[in-house]
C-alpha cells in the first residue's frame, strides 16, 4: 500500500448475478471512487485454473514436455497446450493439477512443485491460475474425458516448444506464462 | 493439419448473440463433431487487445520498463502491468499501441516492434492480444484517461520486474506473456 492507493482503489457498494453458463457466471458491481465517481462492471466468475507442465525425456535422452492438442471453442482452432483445466469446487490446486494430468494424459506425477499463480484477466476476471511442474511421471492408465472433450497427447522437445510459442497452434498466453515460469524455476537453479 | 485433426475437430452450425455489455458480448454456438456428439458453447468475443513494452533507462543507466499500476475490476485489486489496452474497430494494432502508451504513460515510441501474438484464452474467447516493444521514447504531454481510468505510471529497472512477476501486484497473466516475449526477442540478439 503506498500514498497513492487512495487515489486508484474503488470500493464496492453492491453486487449481483445477471447470467449463469455452464463454465462461468457474469456479476453486476456497483462501485464507488473515492473522488465521487460511481460506476457499474460487469465482471466475469470463473473456478481457478491449473497448469500443469509433464516433464519427460525423449528415447533420444532429450528433455520434452507432453502437450495436449484440442479444439477451443472460443478459438474456433485447434491448439497445442499443456495440460489444464479447472479446480474442482473444494478442491486442492495441487489435486487439480495431478488430476487433470492424468485425466488428459493418463500420467501419474511423482513429484508436483509449484511453480507460480497468475490471474489470466484481472480486466474482468478475478481467478487464479496456478502452474505444476510435474516429474517422475509414470503411465497409469488410459486418459479419462468429459464427455464434450475431444483430445490427444504428445511428446514435444523442450527447445520446440519454445521455439513455437506464440505461433501457429502455440497461442495459448497462459501456455506460454507457464513456459515463462518454467524458465524461471530453472535459472534459479532448483 | 494432420490426420487426427478431424477427431478434434467441431463445425459450427449456428452462432447467436445472447447478450452484449460494455467490454464484450456473449455469443453461443451450435456445434458438431464429426463423431456426432452436438453442442452448445458459451463463447465472448472481445475485441483485440495490445500490449506495450515501455524501454528506457533510469538516470543511473539501468535498463527499466514504464509500468501502470491501476484498480482493476475483475481482480478487486491495484495491479502493476504493463501499458495495456484495446484496438478500436479498425485501428491498426500497431496505431492502438502507440495510442495506449500515449493516453496511459504520455510518452511517443520513436520505434514499435512486434514481438509476437497470443489469444488470452482460446477456451472461450477467440481475441488475439499483441506485444509491442516502444523504444526512443519522448515524453510528449499529460496522459489522457477514460473517465472510469484512474491509474498511474511508474519507471521500474527490468531485473526488479523480472523477480516480481507471479507474486504482489504483478499478477496479470498478459504482462508476464509481454515479459516472456520481450525476453525471448533479447535472446534472439535483436
Known sequence: MNGSDA???WEELSRRRIASYAIFDLYSTLRAHGDGRRGEFVVLHAPDWVNVIPLVRTA??????????????GA?????????????QGEDPRDAAGRELREETGCRAGKLTLLGRVQPNPAFMGN??????????????????????????????????TARMG?????????LVALSLYNRHLAEGA
Not at 533420444?60 to 471453442?73: D, K, L, N, S, T
Not at 474456433?76 to 474442482?88: N, R, S
Request: aromatic share 8%; net charge negative; hydrophobic share 40%.
Open 76 to 88: 474456433g482452432m485447434i491448439t497445442t497446450e499443456f495440460p489444464a483445466g479447472i479446480v474442482e
Open 7 to 9: 487515489r486508484l482503489r
Open 167 to 175: 505461433t501457429g497452434e502455440y497461442i495459448n498466453s497462459l501456455a
Open 128 to 161: 487464479w491460475c496456478s502452474t505444476w511442474l510435474a516429474e517422475d511421471l509414470s503411465r497409469e492408465g488410459e486418459t479419462r474425458l468429459d464427455a464434450m472433450e475431444s483430445l490427444e497427447s504428445l511428446t514435444v522437445p523442450v527447445a520446440e516448444v
Open 60 to 73: 533420444e535422452g532429450v528433455p520434452a514436455f507432453i502437450m495436449v492438442r484440442q479444439f477451443r471453442h
